[in-house]
Nanobody, 122 residues
């Protein structure tokens, strides 16, 4: 499975961005997807995850009510709509696929895309 993330950029606090992650190489509908954020010198932290059909969605407390994860299985793509961005939301965002257990745990995921950078200025 190959994952290609895009959509990062620089915004001012309060702004919005939409990240996309497109999968190839395997039937996308087979697995749940997640987004993680990493900042310099720190571990990747859970942001959001979605089950294969969108029936189950999970968010980190810090992004609830501001971020929305969704997926379009016909396009093999998962999205992360980020609104009301704060400086602490900045970092590299990674999409991941096929968790074997808890969607919120980084080590459960089998596949990772490259990061896309989000910068938020105050």
């Amino acid at each position: 499975v190959q994952l290609q993330a895009s959509g990062g950029g620089s915004v001012q606090a309060g702004g919005s961005l939409r990240l996309s992650c497109t999968a190839s190489g395997r039937t996308f509908i087979d697995f749940p997807m997640g987004w993680f954020r990493q900042t310099l010198g720190k571990d990747r932290k859970f942001v959001a995850a979605i089950s294969w059909n969108g029936g189950n969605i999970y968010y980190a407390d810090s992004v609830k009510d501001r971020f929305t994860i969704s997926r379009d299985n016909a396009k093999n793509t998962v999205y992360l709509q980020m609104n009301s961005l704060k400086p602490e939301d900045a970092g590299f965002y990674y999409c991941a696929a096929d968790p074997q257990g808890d969607y919120r745990l980084r080590d459960e995921y089998n596949y990772w895309g490259q990061g896309t950078q989000v910068t938020v200025s105050s």
